[in-house]
């Protein structure tokens, strides 16, 4: 049997969902792929039904899931091997702010302040919600992704706006 891979995610997901059904998918032809992206937040639409993720009707979400999964508006999670879960946000921009306060002892937070404020933010994600529902159903392996990471190339052109977040990376 073909193994389901079942991608869930935030807008982010959309140029892999475009890459796999584009050529990429002919380079892993022992694996079936379905994408379930929600553009903004509208993940925090979905309910969580037993063994289902369901994008309510006349929804944003439901408008992207039918865009990114050829029609489909509910996710059955029995029905899947893996689950490939994208884009907890990663609050770059924050980040930056505070690295830079941190650099210019404008302000003093400990690292467990820090550490504690990553954490809610990946609590406070419309995933995470998500990632537990699927926990409850099944034994599938989950992989998690944040959102994809600034580019070498903004760094390089804006130097000075990351030479702080790079000190406390």
């Not at 997901?13 to 903004?40: C, I, M, N, T, V």
Request: contains cysteine.
């Amino acid at each position: 049997l073909m193994p389901k891979l079942c991608f869930i995610g935030t807008s982010h997901l959309a140029p892999l969902a475009h890459a796999w059904f584009g050529d990429e998918s002919s380079r892993y032809p022992s694996f079936q792929a379905s994408f379930f992206a929600g553009g903004g937040t509208s993940l925090y639409e979905a309910e969580l039904a037993p063994n289902y993720i369901i994008a309510p009707a006349a929804s944003k979400l439901a408008e992207s899931f039918q865009r990114s999964a050829h029609g489909e508006t509910k996710i059955r999670l029995e029905e899947y091997d893996y689950f490939i879960v994208q884009g907890l946000d990663y609050p770059i921009t924050e980040l930056l702010r505070l690295s830079a306060m941190l650099a210019t002892n404008e302000q003093f937070f400990s690292s467990a302040c820090i550490e504690q404020v990553l954490t809610n933010n990946i609590e406070c994600s419309p995933l995470t919600p998500c990632i537990k529902h699927i926990l409850q159903y099944t034994t599938a392996p989950i992989l998690i992704s944040t959102t994809p990471k600034t580019s070498i190339l903004a760094v390089e052109e804006n130097p000075l706006e990351y030479k702080f977040y790079l000190a406390y990376a």
